[in-house]
T-cell receptor, first 116, second 110 residues
Framework: AQTVTQSQPEMSVQEAETVTLSCTYD???????LFWYKQPPSRQMILVIR??????QNATENRFSVNFQKAAKSFSLKISDSQLGDAAMYFC?????????????FGAGTILRVKS | SQTIHQWPATLVQPVGSPLSLECTVE??????LYWYRQAAGRGLQLLFY??????ISSEVPQNLSASRPQDRQFILSSKKLLLSDSGFYLC?????????FGQGTRLTVV
């Protein structure tokens, strides 16, 4: 079974600075997808960014980018120019490309605090 | 556009009482549907998923059950709640490249 590990329970960043959240995963598959979700205090889950494993290029969405290291099974999220609204719980998630049901496997999450 | 509704938003129930949480999706047909639970300060654990009416897969043994009586309706139930059932419950539906989540239900069993 696939597992997702987020080793940082909590991180802090100064407003306007850059922070990197770590995620590692374990799988024997070659076809899969990786995601970062944000859960603000409202508890609404919001997709931040996704990466298809077959793509070598790292995904980027405005201030959010990933460092996808397939061989190392690492998928970190970099947030540039951090804003107060970035404060939230961030979840890394894995989805098999072949397994039935499109199920997401989540890590335990990282709480990100943004200091003004 | 697709939307997902989940209710109630909060619920306080005594131990041993029944539970029914409902989730409905609009704007899509035959969605994959999911129930997740989030314990305090922890990640999301998949409880059930469904790929069609009447088709339910359970991921973990527990005191809960799920049903899908209609294409876009997913219900989480329990006959007798336990204290350990407390948590934040999220319904979701998905397409291959994204999952969409409801607003969640905070359940407190007292």
């Amino acid at each position: 079974a696939q597992t997702v590990t987020q080793s940082q329970p909590e991180m802090s960043v100064q407003e306007a600075e850059t922070v990197t959240l770590s995620c590692t995963y374990d799988t024997s598959e070659s076809d899969y997808y990786l995601f970062w979700y944000k859960q603000p205090p409202s508890r609404q889950m919001i997709l931040v960014i996704r990466q298809e494993a077959y793509k070598q290029q790292n995904a980027t969405e405005n201030r959010f980018s990933v460092n996808f290291q397939k061989a190392a099974k690492s998928f970190s999220l970099k947030i540039s120019d951090s804003q107060l609204g970035d404060a939230a719980m961030y979840f890394c998630a894995y989805r098999s490309g072949r397994e039935y049901g499109n199920k997401l496997v989540f890590g335990a999450g990282t709480i990100l605090r943004v200091k003004s | 556009s697709q939307t997902i509704h989940q209710w109630p938003a909060t619920l306080v129930q005594p131990v041993g009482s029944p539970l029914s949480l409902e989730c409905t999706v609009e704007g899509t047909s035959n969605p994959n549907l999911y129930w997740y639970r989030q314990a305090a300060g922890r990640g999301l654990q998949l409880l059930f998923y469904s790929v069609g009416i009447g088709q339910i897969s359970s991921e973990v043994p527990q005191n809960l059950s799920a049903s899908r009586p209609q294409d876009r309706q997913f219900i989480l139930s329990s006959k007798k709640l336990l204290l350990s059932d407390s948590g934040f419950y999220l319904c979701a539906w998905s397409v291959p490249l994204e999952a969409f989540f409801g607003q969640g239900t905070r359940l407190t069993v007292v």
